[in-house]
């Protein structure tokens, strides 16, 4: 999901149309597939149960084994108020909660704290409220345990919040759908968007160069004409015989050094004039 929502996130800031495939085409899947979860856990719910009910057992089993899994069973029964899968009895899988003559652990024949009933008086929880309490009748039962499994409890609790459930899968479904439809959308512009940039960027280059060679253009013309206008005109001979005819729209030269010359020229004119 984090490739999923970064290659959507790049994409439509990029606008990489790759990306936004790849988002769309990935989040149409997922959507689908949980449309198909959906209708396959309406169709087989018996079965559903049953792998419930395997999971439960199969945890109870290892109860003592790791202390993760016994404070996720102890949070679930004492939330919805069960114990076992389906009554107390399923804690007779566990080794230590077993009724069997063989089983030498003071557990024997009891359940977890969490499967007791709370009393509100009390402070502190005790940890021991379920030792011995299956080896009691029924009736007794009742009084200090909780009775129903947390399998018909969990499906109770779907039933009385089936509102809420449903309108967060369906919320999460339609946010699904106006994603894939946005990003659908946000493909289609950004293929139609592309050319025309293409063709606005070249179009702004062209001006750039066309403003650029030209004021270069321009800027060569205006200093080929002040050259011109000083040294177009007959050679002058100087007293020693000396023609200086400097080379005309240099270039090369510097702005500096060409201003230079042109006052050292038109000086040495008009001295030769008034001799």
Same mark, same amino acid.
């Given at each position: 999901m984090f490739i999923l929502g970064f290659a959507g996130c790049i994409g439509a800031l990029r606008e990489n149309s790759f990306l936004l495939k790849f988002f769309s085409v990935f989040l149409g899947i997922i959507f689908f597939l949980e449309l198909t979860a959906g209708v396959l856990a309406f169709v087989f719910k018996d079965w559903i149960k !049953?792998?419930?009910?395997?999971?439960?057992?199969?945890n109870i089993r290892a109860y003592r084994d790791d202390i993760d899994l016994q404070n996720l069973i102890?949070?679930?029964?004492?939330?919805?108020?069960?114990?076992? @899968?389906? #009554? @107390? !009895?399923?804690? &007779?899988?566990?080794?230590?909660?077993?009724?069997? !003559?063989?089983?030498?652990?003071r557990e024997k024949c009891g359940v977890p704290f969490s499967c007791c009933t709370k009393d509100p008086a009390e402070? /502190? $929880?005790?940890?021991?409220?379920?030792?011995? $309490?299956? @080896?009691?009748?029924?009736?007794?039962?009742?009084?200090? $345990?909780? $009775?129903? #499994?947390?399998?018909?409890?969990?499906?109770k609790w779907l039933q009385d919040n089936l509102t809420v459930v449903a309108g967060i899968f369906i919320g999460i479904a339609?946010?699904? /759908?106006?994603? &894939? /439809?946005?990003?659908?959308?946000c493909h289609l512009s950004t293929l139609n968007f592309l050319p025309n940039v293409k063709y606005v960027l070249c179009f702004f280059v062209f001006l750039?160069?066309?403003h650029l060679f030209s004021t270069e253009s321009r800027e060569r013309h205006?200093?080929?004409e002040r050259e011109l206008f000083v040294y177009l005109r007959p050679p002058l001979q100087s007293p020693k015989g000396r023609t200086d005819v400097p080379e005309l729209?240099?270039?090369?030269?510097?702005?500096?050094?060409?201003?230079? !010359?042109?006052? @050292? &020229? /038109?000086?040495?004119?008009?001295?030769?004039?008034h001799m």
């Open positions: !049953d792998q419930l009910n395997s999971f439960i057992n199969n102890d949070f679930t029964q004492e939330y919805w108020e069960c114990c076992g @899968a389906f #009554g @107390a !009895d399923d804690w &007779n899988l566990n080794i230590y909660f077993n009724c069997t !003559d063989s089983n030498p652990s402070d /502190v $929880i005790n940890t021991q409220c379920g030792y011995d $309490i299956r @080896a009691k009748p029924d009736s007794e039962q009742r009084t200090f $345990i909780y $009775i129903k #499994g947390c399998v018909p409890q969990f499906e339609l946010l699904q /759908v106006r994603n &894939n /439809v946005n990003s659908s959308v750039d160069f066309w205006r200093s080929c729209c240099s270039l090369d030269a510097s702005d500096e050094r060409r201003e230079i !010359d042109e006052s @050292a &020229n /038109v000086s040495r004119t008009k001295s030769w004039i």
